[in-house]
């Protein structure tokens, strides 16, 4: 239990003294895509957040995963700036900056091309299989999300990640 706390202040103190050290730099810009990525997945499924799914911690995994690709992963990170660009274009904000109709304007308008069709299926993949998972990866803790779904997983659980 102290071991865990300990953990977790040690990551929140070096991303907060990143963030202050890396403002306004280049690198700042670094941390960006997943706050967009966040807010894309609450956009497209809010009922995750309603049930307490954490689908960004799950998106961090699979981004960190090995066994998913190179080219799956680069084109999670690009779907971002191709986001922004269209969001841009669209009412001169990036993404995160717009108010919620406009977010779904933009996520509608980028649905209607190809790159943005596969991009919004991969992440609506990726929460559903953060919906779907079991408690012991962390992203749906009280299993609110399967009870919802009406899933039963089966046994026996696993006792740690796989990813």
């Known amino acids: 239990m102290i071991?865990?706390?300990?953990?977790?202040?040690?990551?929140?103190?070096?991303?907060?003294?990143?963030?202050?050290?890396?403002?306004?730099?280049?690198?700042?810009?670094?941390?960006?895509p997943l706050k967009t990525l966040t807010l894309v997945q609450e956009d497209l499924f809010p009922k995750a957040k309603e049930l307490d799914v954490d689908t960004a911690s799950y998106?961090?995994?699979?981004?960190?995963?090995?066994?998913?690709?190179?080219?799956?992963?680069?084109?999670?990170?690009?779907?971002?700036?191709?986001?922004?660009?269209?969001?841009?274009?669209?009412?001169?904000?990036?993404?995160?900056?717009?108010?919620?109709?406009?977010?779904?304007?933009v996520l509608q308008e980028i649905a209607e091309y190809g790159w943005g069709k596969s991009w919004i299926e991969s992440l609506l993949t990726y929460s559903m299989e953060a919906l779907y998972s079991d408690a012991s990866y962390g992203v749906n803790k009280r299993d609110a999300a399967q009870?919802?779904?009406?899933?039963?997983?089966?046994?026996p659980h696993p006792k740690r990640a796989y990813l």
Do not use: C
């Open 3 to 32: 071991l865990n706390i300990r953990r977790n202040f040690f990551k929140q103190s070096f991303l907060g003294g990143a963030i202050l050290l890396f403002y306004g730099s280049s690198l700042y810009g670094a941390a960006e």
């Open 59 to 105: 998106l961090l995994l699979i981004l960190d995963h090995s066994r998913i690709s190179t080219t799956e992963k680069k084109f999670l990170r690009n779907g971002v700036q191709w986001l922004h660009e269209e969001s841009l274009k669209l009412y001169g904000k990036l993404y995160y900056n717009l108010s919620q109709q406009k977010r779904q304007d």
């Open 147 to 155: 009870r919802w779904l009406g899933f039963s997983a089966g046994e």
